[in-house]
């Protein structure tokens, strides 16, 4: 496979981590604002440390960089059993969508390292063939 290959499989995984990432902090915010609103005095502050981890990871996600997705991986493990909680423990559907979501963005956000380290690998060689 050539690097080429490898590069467009890493773009078209990383469009569908981008869209998991959007839909998840989308399901996310939907679930504190209208589904499951707190109940206390400052609900954006809840809301903002709920979401806070995912957004810290936005600029480095937005410009590709393949060790920002491995760190995403680990955040996304968290959010993982947030939302496997909620699912069984509420019986709703926003967290089996969350839980799809953060499925789909881990393995999209693993598969983008990999197969852009790939491609960098293969361009290295390519290039020391000609």
Request: glycine share 4%; aromatic share 16%.
């Amino acid at each position: 496979m050539s690097s080429h290959q490898k590069e467009r499989l890493a773009n078209r995984v990383w469009l569908i981590a981008i869209l998991s990432y959007g839909l998840l902090l989308t399901t996310i915010s939907l679930a504190h604002w209208k589904l499951h609103p707190p109940e206390v005095d400052s609900p954006f502050l809840i809301w903002l440390a709920r979401i806070g981890p995912l957004l810290m990871l936005a600029p480095g996600i937005l410009s590709r960089w393949p060790r920002w997705f491995a760190w995403l991986c680990f955040v996304v493990l968290f959010y993982f059993t947030s939302a496997v909680v909620e699912a069984f423990l509420r019986n709703d559907l926003s967290g089996w969508i969350q839980t799809l979501l953060c499925v789909t963005l881990f393995i999209s956000s693993m598969l983008y390292v990999r197969w852009y380290y790939q491609g960098l690998k293969w361009r290295v060689h390519e290039s020391m063939q000609s």
